[in-house]
């Protein structure tokens, strides 16, 4: 009754230092899935050299006070490798266009 069906909220994501927000983006969170579990799936940069962490940040658009921050720890954090070696080059030889199966294309 006092918050309406639906909260909106800001999601951010900041650097170590606080001073570049690398994501936004709104969330509404509905009265009817208040109790459940709600993931947020997103991408942010990774700088060389890896900083210590970064601060999610959520905060409720309507009400005064109402932030969360929370650090994501990159202590244990495990990065694929910077440049993937190629694949080998299979010596296959190409199809003819009529094995495409359409009058059109050939």
């Known amino acids: 009754k006092v918050h309406d069906h639906a909260l ?3 999601v951010f994501v900041q650097d170590n230092d606080g ?7 709104p ?8 109790l459940d579990e709600h993931v947020l799936e997103f991408y942010v940069p990774v700088t060389d050299p890896l900083p210590p962490q970064y601060f999610l940040c959520i905060t409720s658009d309507r009400w005064l006070h109402a932030t969360n921050v929370l ?3 990159f202590k244990h954090l495990i990065l694929p490798r910077k ?5 080998q080059l299979l010596d ?8 495409l ?4 294309l050939e």
């Open 19 to 25: 001073e570049k927000i690398l994501h936004h983006e």
């Open 71 to 73: 650090p994501i720890s």
């Open 83 to 87: 440049f993937a070696p190629h694949t």
């Open 8 to 10: 909106l909220f800001h």
């Open 92 to 99: 296959l030889q190409p199809l003819p266009l009529s094995a």
């Open 27 to 34: 969330f509404v969170l509905r009265s009817t899935y208040a």
């Open 101 to 104: 199966g359409n009058s059109t």
